[in-house]
């Protein structure tokens, strides 16, 4: 069955490849990519452990080899080579590597202010070359939307005496987008930047290191020995899986396609229509970008812009992770008793002491790791280095889970292969956030959207949502909170709400687009391993996922919801809000233990939004609505369990004597 499955897995993942135009390299050219990879994941271990170099240093050695790798294995069209590299990606890489270790070498002499104000002639041509090659590397790993927006801040900033109204400014000189853009640390070599050449990498080879060890088979066994034979069984096994991978992947549809090979299956087996299991594993997925500790690249980029610390983020987005999830879990829970689905055959279930005897010990790193960021406090980097220790001493336990020079080699390499595309979007999103600095969009922008809102906090808050959802649906999540970051954000802190609160909102959006149709790409992810209508698996996918689309509104006028607040009403928001995402789920799922009416499902979701809604009148409101739903429930259930024990008796009743 495992080996049925990695076939499986592997066919998709080739699938994936061909969309995304990687190219198969074998031979030298796979040698040599294998080694250029290796090398990335070294050098950032090394930075890790031992000592991190000055911030352009660090950040143009990584777009280095970022570059390097990109346009080794990602061919410029669909029609281009896929078995060798063509002589203009050998002329592209020549290009990175001069461009970046220009940067490199230089840094000293170029973050000079006069420098900055007036380039040379060959810090324009280089700074040039370099904006485009990372458009055209962002292009290639990750589409062509995030490549337009930035062109078009590009352009905006050039044709500014031409823009009309507000938009209008003086104009950006060639010389000084160039000086900020390629010879400060403002544009390409920016925060985003910095973030993925410090934090996201090091989390990104953790993650290969684990897998290598078997650490992703083990949770998702783990899952299957706890939850596998229980009603909906499959389902909440994806949950769980999905829940610890996707913490990991940082991606949405990376997280569908590595477990989703696995748990869709076993979904429709037992029952479950083939657009909900696709939607089930497209909604737990995308969850994985907003649960700590990990929560994808934009966590720590957050954290940058913010100026507080990662573990302070975690913190924050632990409750409404927690509701999301659980929001999910209910959903799938009461569907399957509306359609009287069991679980996988217990004989199929792994027993939960054989799991932990075979690979509990993978769970010590992810344990060490947010040991480390939350009791002890040390930088994600520091604490990362030393969960990868821990990771390869805790796999040599077990002679199955051993890593060998093989699989250490594939562990850097997949590593290094993990980062492309957030090194790409981050530095192409840099030049994003150079454009705003420089212009002063992002005010302009906030000022826009105060006004349009006409000072009215939902109002804007619908208005972000609406931004925040139609950029997350070309991009992903970390460009699209970056730029939101820069433009949306700062205009709900204008009516005074919290920063950390205004970008967890903007973040949140950002990544739940991946299930908001009409481009649902996590769900058409899924759709394409269910073998479902991509269409109704999205739909589906929005309606499971519907929790994450009213708590943000939530902790923006409750604090509580992220830590902020004192601790007793931080546990009152806790208990009440958990409440109310479980009436949320039954009133769309419209049953709980029989079938609701309609109008008990209105009421049912109003309940469960005064109890989401931190505050005790609220709370009080929303109970007291639940309670009196729940007796009317229980009472309409009995009746019907009473009518169906007469008419069974009815129908046969019992002979005479007995």
């Not at 589906?540 to 409750?558: D, E, K, N, S």
Request: glycine fraction near 10%.
């Amino acid at each position: 069955m495992n080996t049925r499955r990695e076939g499986k897995a592997k066919a998709i993942l080739d699938k994936e490849d061909e969309k995304t135009g990687k190219r198969k390299l074998s031979g030298s050219m796979a040698a040599l990519f294998a080694l250029v990879a290796v090398s990335m994941s070294l050098f950032h271990l090394y930075t890790a452990g031992y000592m991190v170099f000055t911030a352009m240093v660090q950040r143009s050695i990584h777009l280095c080899f970022a570059l390097t790798l990109i346009f080794l294995l990602y061919p410029a069209m669909a029609r281009s080579p896929r078995m060798r590299v063509p002589l203009t990606d050998w002329a592209l890489i020549l290009l990175s590597v001069i461009s970046c270790l220009y940067i490199t070498i230089n840094w000293e002499g170029l973050s000079e202010a006069v420098r900055i104000a007036e380039p040379t002639w060959v810090d324009i041509i280089l700074g040039i070359i370099a904006t485009l090659l990372v458009l055209e590397a962002t292009r290639r790993t990750a589409g062509i939307a995030l490549p337009l927006v930035a062109i078009g801040f590009i352009l905006y900033g050039f044709l500014g005496p031409y823009m009309p109204g507000i938009l209008n400014h003086p104009g950006i000189p060639l010389n000084q987008f160039i000086g900020m853009n390629y010879l400060f640390s403002e544009g390409i070599f920016g925060v985003p930047l910095g973030v993925s050449a410090s934090f996201v990498i090091i989390f990104i080879i953790f993650g290969g290191f684990l897998e290598e060890s078997g650490g992703g088979k083990f949770f998702i066994d783990l899952a299957c020995a706890f939850f596998g034979a229980v009603r909906g069984g499959p389902a909440k096994i994806a949950i769980i899986s999905s829940g610890f991978f996707g913490t990991i992947s940082g991606s949405a549809v990376a997280n569908v396609v590595g477990t989703g090979t696995f748990t869709i299956p076993m979904m429709k087996r037992i029952g479950y229509r083939p657009h909900f299991a696709g939607a089930v594993e497209a909604v737990a997925s995308t969850g994985g970008l907003i649960m700590p500790p990990v929560m994808g690249a934009a966590a720590f980029v957050m954290a940058e812009i913010l100026g507080i610390s990662y573990i302070s983020v975690c913190i924050a987005a632990v409750i409404p992770a927690v509701l999301y999830y659980l929001s999910l879990f209910v959903f799938i829970d009461l569907e399957a008793a509306k359609t009287g689905l069991r679980g996988i055959p217990k004989e199929e279930k792994p027993q939960i002491k054989q799991v932990l005897r075979d690979g509990g010990h993978l769970l010590l790193p992810p344990v060490l790791l947010v040991y480390l960021l939350a009791v002890v406090q040390w930088s994600p980097m520091k604490a990362g280095f030393y969960a990868i220790v821990a990771t390869v001493a805790c796999a040599m336990l077990r002679k199955s889970t051993r890593l060998n020079f093989k699989k250490l080699v594939a562990a850097l390499r997949k590593g290094a292969t993990g980062a492309l595309q957030v090194a790409a979007v981050c530095a192409c999103a840099g030049i994003v956030i150079c454009i705003v600095s420089i212009t002063g969009l992002g005010l302009t922008f906030s000022s826009v959207l105060i006004q349009l809102a006409h000072g009215n906090l939902f109002l804007l808050l619908i208005l972000t949502m609406i931004a925040s959802l139609i950029l997350g649906m070309g991009l992903p999540a970390t460009p699209c909170y970056i730029i939101l970051a820069v433009l949306a954000a700062p205009a709900i802190v204008e009516m005074k709400i919290s920063p950390l609160a205004a970008h967890l909102f903007v973040f949140y959006f950002g990544c739940i687009s991946a299930i908001t149709p009409p481009v649902a790409v996590a769900a058409y992810a899924g759709a394409a391993i269910a073998g479902s209508d991509p269409m109704r698996t999205g739909y589906t996918a929005w309606r499971l996922g519907l929790a994450a689309f009213i708590v943000p509104f939530m902790f923006i006028y409750g604090p509580p919801l992220i830590m902020v607040g004192t601790f007793f009403e931080i546990i009152q928001a806790s208990i009440t809000s958990l409440i109310g995402v479980a009436l949320l789920a039954a009133s769309l799922q419209g049953f709980v233990l029989t079938h609701l009416r309609i109008v008990e499902r209105i009421f049912l979701f109003g309940a469960a939004l005064l109890l989401i809604k931190p505050g005790w009148k609220t709370d009080l409101a929303g109970l007291a609505i639940g309670i009196i739903l729940g007796i009317i429930h229980l009472m309409n259930y009995r009746k019907e369990r009473n009518l169906g024990k007469a008419m069974a008796f009815a129908a046969d009743p019992p002979a005479r004597g007995e």
